[in-house]
């Protein structure tokens, strides 16, 4: 709990955004673009979003994402295929997840908070990652159907929560015979007992 | 007063915030890129983004279902200091949850909003400052759960009372003891004479079955040997009902508000002080259409009359000023003073003073005025600015003093005291009935 009349400690952002700009920085070392572009493309888009973020820190200013982002798709565009660039376009991504969790208008910790949420895309890339990396032989095509195969669980689990008006939490709780145990007959408060309707 | 959580459907929902919406944009670029390009590295970088919220949306804790709000607005004068506790089995995820507060209009925020969290509840506390006298409906504040990257949020159902915040001038206590138009059937200025359940002694009569008691005269009873009562001599001045504009006006939905606002604190203020002083009062309400609360006096009347000003709201369409006049004829008796309080000075065939004073009724309007709240807001050097107010003020005193052929006008425009109103209300001019 924090101490009465205190306003809780912010994140900062900065450890996870010096994370994100190194792997994008990899990145573009790695990419397609010549040697001293991609780098600077990587850490001009990064730190433009870290700077914007600081200065503006607000909840629904999602445009300060923009630079980075668009930094991510144009390292990734122009990025040789490899097991390497492969892996670090991975990374980026769950770095700028990281990064993203560390949000300065909320309370700190926010990344150790996110890492329930960011574990099972730490393990869709990596199974995409590993498929294209075992089956080398065949990489393009590989890595194409098993991130095919992601995107189409990403499309189911996006019908789940668009189309279903109840999620998961709100289902009635299981009664006794499902679980499988005897049901305890309950009688109803109302109901008086026949010696209480005599006195 | 209801609560106004939302409904349990709505209230249970993930929804994706706009945050969500651009990394899935962003996903489903690098996809269709990786598909054009055939290169499959767009796709890794996508599958974070696209893969995010929807287990984002999926992780909303199970046992944040229900939060129960108890809160109050206490403070004096200008002042109101909010503080409240939301009760509910929060968890782990209570450093998710965000309390939104956000001052309505013509209110400023002096202490910002102050959030204390613990596993089994949230303080939360606030100081806020009045810009004018006001009557506030305070909607509760709205209780999100967002999960830690912001992809996704729900917000938490619970029994959220609204508060109330009534803030008028002192100056209203000495208005209640003027004398107002007596109506009756023989108009004249003698006082009526009713028995009834207060004012002056009058005499003793026998009690009747049912009687209160403490109308029962002990002494009397004792003397006689049977139940006897006080009759009392009801002493009426006359009747008021108070017509409270609530139509939209050119200026925006913010400063209607808050002129709103200031009208409401009129009305209450002034059905209270004559209320004191045994007075009917009426409340009429007037939007599209008139809703009215027929006249009456007592503590009763005033919890009505305080209910009906708290649920007036702006409303969406402007009536027509004879439709008001209509409908006042149908709900009042003739001569029956209207206090209309109204901001309307455009179009002038909207106008109600001209058209209820045409109903039979004398009517004395009691305009809030728009100009202080606008007072420096234009952007302009101190010099200019005080040329700007100063032909502001002119324009308005030229368009009351068009107003004043119909019948009085006090432009309110120091809303701390109503004097103005007060020597309006001494002259009996205002009781000639066009």
Same mark, same amino acid.
């Given at each position: 709990m924090n ?7 912010r ?5 996870t ?5 190194l792997?994008?920085?990899?990145l573009?070392?790695?990419g397609?673009l ?7 493309v990587a ?6 979003s870290?700077f914007?973020r600081r200065r ?11 630079p980075?982002?668009a ?16 892996l670090?376009a991975?990374?980026s991504?769950?770095?700028f997840?990281?990064?993203v ?5 909320r ?11 960011i574990?099972p895309?730490v393990?869709?890339v990596?199974?995409v990652w590993?498929i ?10 590989v890595?194409l159907g098993?991130?095919?195969i992601a995107?189409?669980l990403?499309l189911l689990?996006?019908?789940v929560v668009?189309?279903s008006?109840r ?7 299981r009664?006794?015979?499902?679980r499988?145990?005897r049901a305890?007959?309950?009688?109803a408060?109302?109901?008086p007992?026949p ?5 | 007063?209801?609560?106004r959580?939302?409904?349990p ?5 993930v929804?994706?915030?706009s ?7 962003f996903g489903?670029?690098l996809?269709?890129l990786?598909?054009?390009?055939h ?6 970088a996508a599958?974070p983004l696209l893969?995010?919220p929807?287990?984002a949306?999926l992780r909303s804790p199970?046992?944040l279902?229900r939060a129960?709000?108890?809160?109050d607005?206490?403070?004096?004068g200008?002042e ?10 929060f968890?782990?995820?209570v ?6 507060l956000?001052?309505?209009?013509g ?6 909003l102050?959030?204390?969290t ?10 806020w ?8 409906a305070?909607?509760p504040p709205?209780v ?7 992809l996704?949020?729900?917000?938490v159902?619970?029994?959220?009372p609204?508060?109330s915040?009534?803030r ?7 208005i ?11 108009p ?7 028995l ?5 002694f ?5 009690a009747?079955?049912?009687?209160p008691?403490?109308?029962?005269n002990? @002494? ?6 049977r139940?006897?009562?006080n009759?009392?001599?009801?002493d ?9 504009d609530?139509?939209?006006t050119?200026?925006g939905?913010a400063v209607?508000e808050r002129l709103?606002?200031?009208? @409401?604190?009129?009305a209450?203020g002034l059905?209270?002080t004559f209320l ?10 007037y939007g599209?259409f008139?809703?009215?609360l027929p006249?009456?006096t ?6 009505r009359?305080e209910?009906?000003?708290l649920?007036?709201?702006r ?6 000023a004879?439709r008001c006049?209509?409908g006042l ?5 003739p001569?029956?003073t209207?206090?209309i309080?109204?901001s309307?000075t455009e ?6 003073l001209p058209?209820v004073?045409?109903?039979g009724?004398?009517a004395?309007?009691l305009?809030?005025?728009p100009?202080?709240m @606008?007072?420096a807001a234009g952007g302009l050097?101190?010099a200019?600015?005080r040329?700007?107010?100063r032909?502001e ?7 009351i003093?068009?107003l004043w ?5 006090v ?7 109503l ?6 209300l001494r002259?009996?001019a ?5």
């Amino acid at each position: 709990m924090n101490a009465p009349g205190r306003p809780p400690a912010r994140g900062g952002g900065l450890l996870t955004l010096v994370l994100f700009a190194l792997t994008l920085g990899v990145l573009g070392l790695l990419g397609g673009l010549p040697f001293y572009l991609g780098p600077l493309v990587a850490e001009v888009g990064a730190l433009t979003s870290g700077f914007a973020r600081r200065r503006r820190p607000s909840r629904g200013a999602v445009w300060t994402f923009v630079p980075a982002l668009a930094a991510l798709t144009v390292l990734t565009a122009t990025a040789t295929i490899g097991a390497a660039t492969e892996l670090f376009a991975g990374l980026s991504g769950l770095a700028f997840l990281l990064w993203v969790a560390d949000d300065p208008t909320r309370p700190v910790g926010g990344g150790r908070r996110a890492v329930a949420t960011i574990g099972p895309v730490v393990l869709a890339v990596g199974l995409v990652w590993s498929i294209g990396l075992v089956y080398g032989g065949r990489t393009e095509q590989v890595g194409l159907g098993g991130a095919l195969i992601a995107a189409g669980l990403v499309l189911l689990g996006l019908l789940v929560v668009s189309v279903s008006r109840r999620p998961l939490d709100d289902l009635p709780p299981r009664s006794p015979e499902a679980r499988g145990r005897r049901a305890r007959p309950v009688r109803a408060e109302e109901e008086p007992f026949p010696w209480e309707l005599e006195s | 007063m209801n609560a106004r959580a939302p409904t349990p459907s709505a209230a249970r929902r993930v929804a994706w915030t706009s945050r969500a919406f651009l990394l899935i944009g962003f996903g489903g670029g690098l996809t269709a890129l990786s598909v054009a390009l055939h290169t499959p590295v767009p796709l890794l970088a996508a599958i974070p983004l696209l893969l995010a919220p929807v287990v984002a949306g999926l992780r909303s804790p199970a046992g944040l279902s229900r939060a129960d709000l108890a809160w109050d607005a206490r403070g004096t004068g200008t002042e109101i200091e909010i503080s409240g506790a939301l009760q509910g089995d929060f968890g782990p995820s209570v450093v998710d949850v965000s309390v939104d507060l956000p001052p309505p209009p013509g209110v400023v925020e002096s202490r910002p909003l102050q959030v204390e969290t613990s596993r089994g509840s949230i303080r939360f506390r606030a100081g806020w400052r009045l810009s004018e006298p006001a009557i506030l409906a305070l909607d509760p504040p709205s209780v999100v759960w967002c999960d830690p990257l912001g992809l996704a949020e729900r917000s938490v159902e619970g029994d959220r009372p609204a508060v109330s915040v009534l803030r008028y001038p002192a100056t209203f206590q000495r208005i209640g003891t003027l004398p107002l138009v007596r109506t009756t059937a023989l108009p004249g200025d003698i006082r009526s004479r009713v028995l009834g359940e207060s004012g002056e002694f009058f005499g003793l009569r026998e009690a009747a079955p049912g009687e209160p008691r403490r109308r029962i005269n002990w @002494r009397a009873s004792a003397r006689s040997g049977r139940p006897v009562v006080n009759d009392y001599l009801l002493d009426r001045t006359g009747d008021l009902v108070v017509v409270l504009d609530t139509r939209p006006t050119s200026r925006g939905v913010a400063v209607d508000e808050r002129l709103l606002g200031l009208a @409401r604190a009129a009305a209450l203020g002034l059905a209270e002080t004559f209320l004191r002083n045994k007075v009917r009062i009426g409340l009429a309400t007037y939007g599209e259409f008139l809703e009215a609360l027929p006249l009456s006096t007592g503590r009763i009347q005033r919890v009505r009359i305080e209910q009906a000003i708290l649920r007036a709201r702006r409303a969406a369409v402007a009536g027509p000023a004879e439709r008001c006049a209509l409908g006042l004829r149908r709900y009042y008796r003739p001569a029956t003073t209207m206090l209309i309080v109204s901001s309307w000075t455009e179009d002038p065939t909207y106008n109600l003073l001209p058209y209820v004073q045409m109903g039979g009724f004398p009517a004395i309007l009691l305009s809030p005025s728009p100009l202080p709240m @606008r007072a420096a807001a234009g952007g302009l050097e101190p010099a200019d600015e005080r040329l700007a107010a100063r032909l502001e003020r002119l324009q308005r005193r030229t368009v009351i003093s068009q107003l004043w052929k119909d019948g009085p006008v006090v432009d309110w425009d120091d809303y701390w005291t109503l004097d103005p109103l007060a020597r309006v209300l001494r002259r009996p001019a205002h009781r000639k009935v066009a």
